[in-house]
């Protein structure tokens, strides 16, 4: 490689590093595999910093951006990116350092060695990107009970315990959660769904599924998974969160299906507490819909493109 192509190769390939995501041990290793392929490494310095290296990349023509961080890191990479008006040009490979890493694992990716070799040879793949009002996310929107939890856990709490952190925090949380009282609307295959009343939680998912265990939902079909919680005594909730977690079964309170736009709206006087891919909003009326097939990613081997489909 002559160093006029290894200049070229360095403008091409960048890395947005968040060296505090995770156990933030993760720097020294991400920083060796970066060089060994030439990228351009831009480290983060606090929150928000990610938008801005992302739009910078975006107007240097890059045209494979790495992320090394969490989810959170990787929404403000793709904000960046829209802002820069970058989607059609820059795939993105996410390098999994942070503390849940739900996007890394639904388009099948694991482990840090194992990014870098899809980062050079793997797959690409076009897949959906939610839009709340203005706000773009890759995992979820939710409000409730799982809001105020994602909200309220710390990092210290998260650097302590990892994922665990969070089932602390909704545990603290739910002692002092009375519900939200919200007027939804839904909009799938052109029919409107609306539904009002009390709720312990509504999480609307563009990659992960929230009503069974595990498994990826079809992050290519346009489509939104939206589940509603009903306000229910503590007992029931729990009997009826195992009926859908572990049996994967359907029950009175939690209602689960697909909507290519929801619409949130508050019935009381306080703004309702909303989640964005883990980013807390406030908002009296919140619009969510479905950009098909709108960011290119790299993806590993054990990725599916509609997993439902047998």
């Known amino acids: 490689m002559t160093s006029a192509d290894a200049t070229l190769y360095v403008h091409d390939r960048w890395l947005v590093l968040n ?49 090394a961080g969490g989810d959170g890191t990787l929404n403000e990479v793709v904000r960046g990116l829209v802002a820069a008006d970058g989607l059609d040009d820059v795939t993105v490979g996410v390098v999994p350092t942070g503390t849940e890493n739900l996007f890394a694992t639904n388009v099948g990716i694991t482990d840090v060695e194992q990014a870098f070799g899809i980062l050079d040879v793997g797959e690409r793949r076009r897949v959906d990107l939610g839009v709340a009002d ?31 952190a969070f089932a602390i925090t909704g545990v603290q949380e739910a002692t002092d959660f009375d519900g939200l009282h919200i007027d939804f609307t839904a909009v799938s295959n052109g029919e409107e769904r609306t539904w009002e009343g ?37 007992s029931r909730a729990v009997a009826e969160a195992a009926a859908h977690r572990v049996f994967g079964q359907e029950t009175e309170h939690v209602h689960r299906f697909q909507a290519s736009q929801v619409t949130f709206d508050a019935l009381d006087d306080d703004p309702i507490n909303f989640s964005i891919d883990g980013e807390p909003s406030r908002h009296d009326r919140l619009v969510l819909h479905d950009r098909p097939k709108t960011l290119s990613v790299c993806v590993g081997p054990g990725y599916d493109p509609d997993p439902n489909d047998e």
């Open 19 to 67: 060296p505090t995501s995770g156990t933030a041990d993760h720097v020294d290793r991400v920083r060796s595999l970066a060089a060994e392929r030439g990228y351009r490494v831009e480290e983060t310095e606090a929150e928000g910093h990610a938008v801005e290296l992302a739009a910078m990349a975006a107007d240097h023509d890059v045209d494979v951006l790495g992320v």
């Open 198 to 234: 009390e709720v312990l939680g509504a999480l609307v998912g563009n990659v992960r599924r929230f009503a069974r265990e595990g498994g990826q939902a079809n992050v290519e079909d346009g489509l939104l998974e939206v589940v509603v919680i009903e306000q229910m005594p503590p």
């Open 134 to 164: 203005d706000t773009p996310f890759l995992i979820s929107c939710v409000a409730g009970l799982t809001a105020e939890a994602s909200i309220s856990t710390s990092s210290e709490l998260k650097e302590r315990f990892g994922s665990l």
